[in-house]
């Protein structure tokens, strides 16, 4: 079945996914996140993805204004959307064989927020802002974001973003270290394709593997990350992207990578 809630995309060995409901600034349902995993399972070859949104926004959040979400026990409904939908996907995003980029305009909102925040890079425009806004409805962080900010920007940072409820637009983002960089409204797109096809182009292999370490070392000892590092080189060290790498250092040239 063709997804109904966004469009992909195959633009040389980037896939790209935009979230496609820019009149309700991409407000999320649980549908929408399931088209998304839908999409990340076949990646076709791609070899990096970009997510991005239609329109002003990059998603307002979850959509709590129809469906599952507005049923008559909303609590069992908000966490099966949780647990059958959105948790899994940002899982699949953390799992994912290939380096992810996001790009931000406008609102990165709850599980938008969370899900801008899985890339590996984010990319986010002069517009974009980034809110955990439970707090001001009564209700507490979710989508990963009680384990994501505090070690991205630290505790008191995390905080300030969940207890009090405010927008933090791009710049203050990027003085945090939440974001790889802003760019200018009109040249997002083309700010965050570049930053996708860079990586498309890469090691395929070893930036998967840096992306495991990279997870892993969250919650790994020094000596434990040391050996999966070992661990990871020695593989990498087999690969035919490692000899051509080798080879292009040597003559002094530019690598061509192939994923292999």
Not at 127 to 141: E, K
Request: hydrophobic share 50%; aromatic share 6%; glycine share 8%.
């Amino acid at each position: 079945m063709a997804p109904v809630h966004i469009l992909t995309e195959r633009r040389g060995d980037v896939l790209v996914v935009t979230l496609n409901r820019p009149d309700r600034l991409n407000a999320a349902p649980p549908a929408m996140f399931e088209e998304i995993a839908g999409a990340l399972r076949d990646l076709d070859g791609a070899r990096a993805v970009l997510v991005q949104g239609a329109g002003r926004a990059f998603c307002s959040g979850a959509d709590v204004a129809g469906g599952a979400l507005a049923a008559a026990d909303p609590r069992e409904a908000t966490f099966a959307a949780l647990t059958d939908s959105y948790n899994p996907t940002l899982a699949l995003i953390a799992d994912l064989a290939v380096p992810v980029v996001s790009a931000v305009r406008g609102p990165a909102a709850g599980i938008g927020c969370s899900l801008a925040l899985a890339a590996d890079f984010c990319v986010a425009s002069d517009t974009a802002y980034f809110l955990q806004a439970f707090v001001n409805i009564g209700l507490v962080p979710d989508g990963g974001a009680s384990w994501m900010l505090p070690r991205l920007i630290g505790k008191a940072r995390a905080a300030e973003m969940m207890m009090l409820g405010e927008r933090v637009f791009a710049a203050k983002a990027l003085e945090w270290g939440m974001i790889h960089k802003i760019a200018a409204d009109a040249v997002l797109d083309h700010e965050a394709f570049a930053l996708a096809e860079r990586l498309a182009a890469g090691p395929t292999l070893a930036l998967a593997a840096i992306r495991r370490q990279l997870h892993a070392g969250y919650e790994s000892d020094y000596a434990a990350a040391m050996a999966r590092e070992a661990d990871n080189q020695r593989a990498m060290r087999g690969t035919a992207d490692a000899v051509e790498g080798g080879r292009a250092f040597l003559e002094k040239r530019t690598p061509a990578f192939k994923g292999e």
